[in-house]
């Protein structure tokens, strides 16, 4: 056993309802031994720490993310301002990277959203061909939902003007039905499906890379929920970069049509007391609303009246449940539009949930229900993992696609809590417009203020209370993700915690996103100490 370590004369927020505040902690063989106040632990021997009146929160979980693609696309051409304002400023880059590899090497970029640029438009196949025709080039949308490629690319997929659309896809054509280079959805994979696969030692090693990102902003746990089983399985990525020195405990999603020809999971695998698990199968339901690719009613405003793209049926949910069920895992969906969360809702209604502890049925994003799917999303415990920070960094798209009064309506946080559902935040990173999109800061600040970055409203009825906001990143998510011990402070849970260098309960809401990690601790080590400039 080693000695205590007591931690006095702090603001800790312990995200535990019985007990919410505290100044001290004891810290035992890396778990909480006892909490309270200071005067508790004046008899206890052991390393006492002064925390100097700072802020003191448990470590964040960021219940919906991808840690894989955000590792990888900040090696890729930065497609948001201010490296990117315009196509041209694109195309620039495109060559750019032209000239630093060989013609058979893919150029890739991520992030472009063009809500932003001030071409107002997407790039297409012609302006990333001005920047070369010899390689080929695949720039991923913001939103990952839809990426758009040139013309090397699209030969060397097959894609011409006599290529179906593929079921749950779509491939952009001029009036000439000749292919764009955009595609979205599911047209997506007859691109990436031809791209060379990376090795594990470079995932691995890109995630073990990224965890240092991650723990300054006070992440502890994460997920990934575009996991797969097929051609590299992440479970062993993981566990990989775990040995080199990935800190996060993480919990993984199959992507089910990636194992649904075998959707056995051994128990070894869905093991929660592994830092590294399976937590759950994903489903697509629909696409993204920036991308206009969601399944809503009404349509999308525009002159074409575009419902978005249906990516599931009641049969391919019931049959995903069945497996998710068997492996005693949990069902996530994919759903932003109305009638894409009213599909998961309606054919599972009635239904008996399968998990003992937390929900069977997840249902990510959520960002347009009904009130009538909110009241039987209640009855049946279905979880909701909505992006706060999607509003806040992606305005300029809500407002064209949607017009401000229904943008307001959408991720109804407040109405969410209100008509009991168990929700848990997430930040999605890397699939915003955002420079920092995994900030969680950024997407706290945007759900208590429901304010958008260029300061539209976002819709105030639906904001919540700072403190709201915290458990929704700490206790609400570990509910959700199921991880073991952690998301509070309380007795018999791991120490992982964070040091703010202000305090979120007291600073204005606006400056939130300000807000800087100072340390970050997991299992009462520290893993992250903020630089002192100098």
Known sequence: MTSDIIYVNGKIFTANPEQPFASAMVIRDGRIHRIGEEDEMESMEGERIDLQGRRLLPGLIDA??????????????????????????????????????????????????????????????????????????????????????????????????????????????????????????????LVVKIMPVQTMEHESNALADLSPKLLSHGITAMTD??????????????????????????????????????????????????????????????????GRTAWVDPPFLGRNENYGIPMTTKEELLRAGEAAEKNQVQLVVHAMGERAIDLIVDTFYGKKGWMEEGPSIRIEHAAMPSKKALQHASEMGIAFVPQPIFLYAEIESYLTNLGAERTKQTYPIRSMLDAGIMVAFSSDAPATAWADPVNPFVGMMA????????????????????????????????????????????????????????????????????????????????????????
């Open 225 to 290: 929920l575009m996991a797969k089983k097929n051609p590299v399985d992440y479970l062993a990525l993981y566990n990989a970069a775990t040995d080199k020195g990935m800190k996060q405990r993480t919990v993984l999603y199959y992507i089910w049509g990636n194992i649904k020809d075998d959707p056995f999971l051994a128990m070894n695998e869905t093991n929660r007391e592994h830092a590294n698990h399976v937590g759950g199968i994903k489903v697509f339901a629909d696409g993204s609303v920036s």
């Open 447 to 534: 759900a208590v203020t429901r304010m958008a970055h260029d300061g539209t409203d976002t819709g105030q009825e639906q904001s919540i209370d700072v403190e709201t906001g915290i458990m929704l990143y700490t206790k609400g998510a570990q509910e959700v993700t199921r991880i073991p011990d952690i998301g509070q402070l309380k007795p018999g849970y791991h120490a992982d915690f964070i040091i703010l260098d202000r305090d979120i309960l007291t600073v204005k809401p606006e400056e939130i996103g300000d807000i800087r990690v100072e340390a970050t601790y997991m299992a009462g080590k520290k893993v992250f100490q903020k630089e002192i400039a100098v």
């Open 64 to 189: 919906h993310m991808h840690p894989l693609y955000l590792a990888n696309s900040s090696k890729q051409i930065p497609c948001l301002p201010p490296v990117v304002e315009s196509i041209e400023d694109l195309v620039t880059e495109v060559h750019k990277a032209r000239k630093l590899q060989d013609s058979e090497s893919w150029i890739e970029g991520w992030g472009y959203d063009e809500g932003k640029l001030v071409d107002g438009r997407s790039p297409s196949r012609w302006d990333l061909d001005k920047a070369t025709t010899e390689s080929p080039v695949i720039i991923t949308r913001t939103c990952t939902h839809i990426i758009v490629v040139n013309s090397k690319a699209l030969e060397l997929a097959g894609i011409n003007k006599d290529t179906k659309d593929p079921v749950g896809g779509k491939i952009d054509r001029n009036p000439d039905g000749e292919p764009t280079g955009v595609l979205r959805e599911n047209a997506k994979d």
